[in-house]
């Protein structure tokens, strides 16, 4: 089972930068890649960015690629969302999780931290 934690979450307005953290535990952490999802007001959990714990990949959708940049530090057993250039329609509340390709959640989400885009 793994555990996650998201934090960083704020409001800003348009244009600004916001960085995410995830910390995640669990003894089959190994076993899964790393994945951003958000969930805006009224809408479906959507999936916006994964990376491997190996090498490092990453991969982004469409809506938030050259903006959103996805990292890790295995060390700390912890990825990161760093946000650029944000906007009103990238607010959600935004979750980590271990994914499978390409790309699905596995075991529990984390609570969650909210992304408020002001314009």
């Known amino acids: 089972q793994v555990q996650l934690v998201e934090s960083g979450g704020g409001s800003v307005q348009a244009g600004g930068s916001l960085r995410l953290s995830c910390a995640a535990s669990g003894r089959t952490l190994s076993s899964y890649a790393m994945g951003w999802f958000r969930q805006a007001p009224g809408k479906e959990r959507e999936y916006v960015s994964a990376i491997t714990w190996s090498d490092g990949t990453t991969y982004y959708a469409d809506s938030v690629k050259g903006r959103f940049t996805i990292s890790r530090d295995n060390a700390k057993n912890t990825v990161y969302l760093q946000m650029n250039s944000l906007k009103p329609e990238d607010t959600a509340v935004y979750y980590c999780?271990?994914?499978?390709?390409?790309?699905?959640?596995?075991?529990?989400w984390g609570q969650g931290t909210q992304v408020t885009v002001s314009s």
């Open positions: 999780a271990a994914v499978v390709c390409c790309w699905y959640a596995v075991g529990s």
